[in-house]
């Protein structure tokens, strides 16, 4: 019985093929800072003019025990609070499907440099 020792990997992948033309277009950057912003930096909950009130509520509501003063420091200091969370459970879909939002997103800004040949993230 042979027992591999050096490094292994689980060999859960997909490959794409993307054909683009030059560089990234103003207009694919802003839609591409407004997908990150909008997928992965969380949903706004609270604001600088959000009373004691709705600030409890908030952290009722999102579970929020922790931080509480860090928290209430911000929104006295003019900051929006974001909140947002990742299933790890689910991280494989989750992370193939951000790739998907990316394509097309940078597609649909694209006018006509970007276009997905093989975007199919099947294994």
């Not at 209430?72 to 947002?84: F, N, P, Q, S």
Request: overall charge negative; some cysteine; aromatic content about 10%.
């Amino acid at each position: 019985m042979k027992i591999r020792t050096d490094f292994v990997t689980n060999s859960s992948s997909s490959s794409f093929i993307l054909a683009r033309k030059g560089d990234l277009t103003e207009k694919q950057k802003e839609a591409l800072i407004n997908m990150i912003s909008k997928k992965m930096l969380g949903t706004p909950i609270l604001t600088p003019e959000s009373s004691d009130e709705e600030i409890e509520k908030a952290f009722e509501e999102y579970y929020i025990d922790r931080n509480t003063d860090e928290i209430r420091e911000a929104l006295r200091d003019g900051k929006t609070i974001y909140h947002g969370f990742v299933v790890f459970e689910q991280a494989e879909y989750c992370y193939g499907n951000l790739f998907l939002d990316l394509w097309d997103t940078l597609e649909q800004a694209g006018e006509g440099n970007m276009e997905i040949l093989e975007g199919s993230l099947e294994y």
